[in-house]
């Protein structure tokens, strides 16, 4: 019969704290009356806290690559437990009291989160700077990117049924693994929940392994890159509407001897900032279906519907067609005026000029868009 329960502990040099800890988790099995093992996925420890591990009874496995997301992918594969519960080896998790866990995965949850916020944080248990403005803000950039629930996005106590785990692919190897295990259920929308829990200073005297500006950047990094409409579709769409709105106002209005020099800055920056805007929106739709194709990110109901609105022979007809039309602009501009007049500076043909150059170079980015488009989307069955 399998195990009810595997609780996974990462460890990397806890001689001091470790057996406090496997003793709390084994206190937990006999309470509750649980089938379950402890694991310690230990990281290449050299204070002996692998034989304070099997001294204690807890199975003990070797991860030999390097980082809290592999020694915790170690040990959630070897566990043999329906639910896992994952919790550091520091003593600052409540170990001895996870019914709360147990009874959410029960009731059918495929992931429970442990709040630190909601069950009490103990004096000394969090710096300052963590709980007032990393892990605040990393939670809401999470909660906000990924529709979340979860008010917190870094508590190191979590519990998920073995097979809701083996769903999600996890590919992190630091710190940031807790980040990519909710935003993964999220995505693939596992049914998540979160339950108070009590944290408590650690244990150890040697400092955390927890970098807080480098470990804090790689979390939002991975925010990032996983929300690609945060990060390029959104920012692109405002840069693009209020350049193209510039722009046009500027090219509208006339031009006079006084303001010429400013005008044509502002015309010159809201056409960049137009083109910049477009690339970001046309980057966004291709890094999509690279992250869709790849399995990086989970394939929406409304996936298909890219590939109905765009292909490459619409993208080459609708390029070369504002290729062709800012070419012809140019051409008849060239040809209003003498090299003499041009250098009296024609406020009209000025702006006809930079007109032509935006065709072509929007014409340009779709012409090279589609191709790419469509090479991306060649494995898919929608772009048949």
């Given at each position: 019969?399998?195990?009810?329960?595997?609780?996974?502990?990462?460890?990397?040099?806890?001689?001091?704290?470790?057996?406090?800890?496997?003793?709390?988790?084994?206190?937990?099995?006999?309470?509750?009356?649980?089938?379950?093992?402890?694991?310690?996925?230990?990281?290449?420890?050299?204070?002996?806290?692998?034989?304070?591990?099997?001294?204690?009874?807890?199975?003990?496995?070797?991860?030999?690559?390097?980082?809290?997301?592999?020694?915790?992918?170690?040990?959630?594969?070897?566990a043999s437990g329906t639910y896992v519960i994952?919790?550091?080896?520091?003593?600052?998790?409540?170990?001895?009291?996870?019914?709360?866990?147990?009874?959410?995965?029960?009731?059918?949850?495929?992931?429970?989160?442990?709040?630190?916020?909601?069950?009490?944080?103990?004096?000394?248990?969090?710096?300052?700077?963590?709980?007032?403005?990393?892990?605040?803000?990393?939670?809401?950039?999470?909660?906000?990117?990924?529709?979340?629930?979860?008010?917190?996005?870094?508590?190191?106590?979590?519990?998920?049924?073995?097979?809701?785990?083996?769903?999600?692919?996890?590919?992190?190897?630091?710190?940031?693994?807790?980040?990519?295990?909710?935003?993964?259920?999220?995505?693939?929308?596992?049914?998540?929940?979160?339950?108070?829990?009590?944290?408590?200073?650690?244990?150890?005297?040697?400092?955390?392994?927890?970098?807080?500006?480098?470990?804090?950047?790689?979390?939002?990094?991975?925010?990032?890159?996983?929300?690609?409409?945060?990060?390029?579709?959104?920012?692109?769409?405002?840069?693009?509407?209020?350049?193209?709105?510039?722009?046009?106002?500027?090219?509208?209005?006339?031009?006079?001897?006084?303001?010429?020099?400013?005008?044509?800055?502002?015309?010159?920056?809201?056409?960049?900032?137009?083109?910049?805007?477009?690339?970001?929106?046309?980057?966004?739709?291709?890094?999509?279906?690279?992250?869709?194709?790849?399995?990086?990110?989970?394939?929406?109901?409304?996936?298909?519907?890219?590939?109905?609105?765009?292909?490459?022979?619409?993208?080459?007809?609708?390029?070369?067609?504002?290729?062709?039309?800012?070419?012809?602009?140019?051409?008849?501009?060239?040809?209003?005026?003498?090299?003499?007049?041009?250098?009296?500076?024609?406020?009209?043909?000025?702006?006809?000029?930079?007109?032509?150059?935006?065709?072509?170079?929007?014409?340009?980015?779709?012409?090279?868009?589609?191709f790419f488009f469509s090479i991306l989307g060649?494995?898919?069955?929608?772009?048949?």
């Open positions: 019969m399998p195990l009810k329960l595997s609780i996974v502990m990462p460890c990397l040099n806890e001689a001091e704290t470790l057996a406090v800890c496997i003793r709390k988790a084994n206190t937990f099995l006999q309470k509750s009356g649980l089938d379950g093992e402890i694991i310690v996925a230990d990281n290449g420890s050299t204070d002996g806290s692998v034989d304070i591990a099997v001294t204690e009874g807890a199975n003990v496995v070797h991860i030999e690559e390097k980082g809290y997301g592999n020694a915790l992918k170690g040990g959630i594969d070897a994952i919790g550091d080896s520091d003593d600052s998790h409540d170990l001895e009291n996870l019914v709360s866990f147990i009874e959410k995965l029960d009731e059918g949850y495929d992931m429970v989160v442990g709040n630190r916020f909601l069950g009490g944080l103990e004096k000394g248990s969090m710096s300052f700077l963590h709980r007032y403005l990393g892990n605040p803000v990393l939670t809401f950039i999470g909660k906000t990117f990924f529709n979340s629930k979860i008010g917190d996005f870094h508590c190191g106590l979590r519990g998920f049924t073995k097979s809701a785990y083996q769903q999600l692919s996890i590919t992190t190897t630091g710190m940031e693994f807790a980040s990519e295990l909710i935003v993964k259920a999220e995505l693939a929308k596992l049914k998540i929940t979160e339950v108070p829990t009590t944290v408590f200073p650690s244990g150890r005297s040697r400092d955390p392994h927890l970098r807080t500006w480098r470990d804090g950047w790689r979390h939002l990094r991975f925010l990032l890159l996983y929300s690609p409409r945060w990060l390029f579709l959104f920012p692109g769409i405002f840069m693009f509407l209020i350049g193209f709105v510039v722009a046009l106002t500027l090219i509208l209005i006339p031009f006079d001897a006084q303001n010429f020099v400013s005008n044509l800055k502002v015309l010159l920056y809201g056409s960049g900032l137009t083109l910049v805007g477009f690339q970001f929106i046309i980057f966004y739709i291709l890094i999509k279906i690279f992250a869709v194709s790849n399995g990086l990110l989970p394939r929406s109901d409304r996936y298909g519907t890219i590939f109905k609105v765009i292909n490459l022979e619409k993208g080459l007809l609708i390029g070369f067609v504002l290729i062709l039309l800012g070419i012809i602009l140019g051409v008849l501009t060239s040809l209003d005026y003498s090299l003499n007049e041009m250098l009296l500076l024609n406020y009209v043909d000025i702006k006809k000029t930079i007109i032509a150059i935006g065709m072509v170079l929007i014409g340009l980015q779709i012409v090279l868009f589609s060649l494995s898919d069955s929608y772009n048949s």
